[in-house]
């Protein structure tokens, strides 16, 4: 198993302004994403955070708004841009286990929740 | 479109009790199919997880059934306890993983 440490674990945040999520892990990992989760919801993929390369985004989530991090193997950011009260949600970093092959083992971060007024 | 649907939304249990969660996948290409646990205010936890060539997988007082004809699969809790009021998320894994929307159990004491 990973441990994922995330900050902040909460925040309230204006409306217009950019906050940054950031996960460290204890161990080197392969594959890092970041999940939204909001309030009594499912969990939904971001992206998929890429070392050393560009972030792979899900449908329904860019860039410009997401903007991801990733400069080594234990370390990645989130930041959720021009913040809006539709963004009041849990943001979630998790890794992949080391099961080979097995997309579906994921270790969560205790998640970071954003309230935007 | 939701590829993994998750039923009842809500469940309440008494202590001792059978708690039963059941998820329906479309997609036949996924090939796992994990269980998260999730308390309030943490992170979601793999909680049991099955591969589609095994019926039934089994630790402790937690089980997985499945019905790979049906594409349907489910979450026992026996002897249900207070300790185990969570959300659960059933989801289904091919290269990503898709969560089901959660069940909120409670166990009464």
């Known amino acids: 198993s990973a441990v994922i440490s995330q900050k902040p674990s909460r925040d309230i945040c204006q409306r217009g302004t950019s906050l940054t999520i950031q996960c460290q892990v204890d161990?080197?990992?392969?594959?890092m994403f970041w999940y939204r989760q909001q309030p009594g919801q499912s969990l939904t993929l971001i992206a998929t955070a890429n070392q050393g390369s560009e972030a792979t985004y899900e449908s329904g989530f860019v860039i410009d708004k997401f903007p991801i991090s990733r400069p080594n193997l234990t370390f990645s950011t989130l930041t959720v841009s021009n913040m809006s009260p539709e963004d009041s949600s849990i943001y979630l970093c998790s890794v992949a286990g080391l099961l080979a092959g097995v997309t579906g083992e994921l270790f969560f971060g205790e998640g970071s929740r954003l309230t935007v007024l | 479109q939701q590829q993994v649907k998750q039923s009842p939304q809500s469940l309440i249990v008494q202590k001792g009790g059978i708690s039963i969660i059941n998820c329906a996948y479309e997609?036949?290409?996924?090939?796992?199919f994990p269980w998260y646990q999730q308390f309030p205010g943490k992170g979601p936890a793999l909680l049991i997880a099955i591969r589609p060539d095994v019926s039934e997988k089994k630790e402790g007082r937690f089980t997985i059934s499945f019905n790979k004809s049906a594409k349907q699969f489910s979450l026992h809790i026996m002897d249900s306890q207070p300790g185990d009021s969570a959300t659960y998320f059933c989801?289904?894994?091919?290269?990503?993983?898709?969560f089901g929307s959660g069940t909120q159990l409670t166990v009464l004491p």
């Open positions: 989801a289904a894994s091919r290269r990503q993983l898709t």
């Open positions: 161990s080197q990992v392969t594959m």
């Open positions: 997609n036949t290409a996924f090939d796992y």
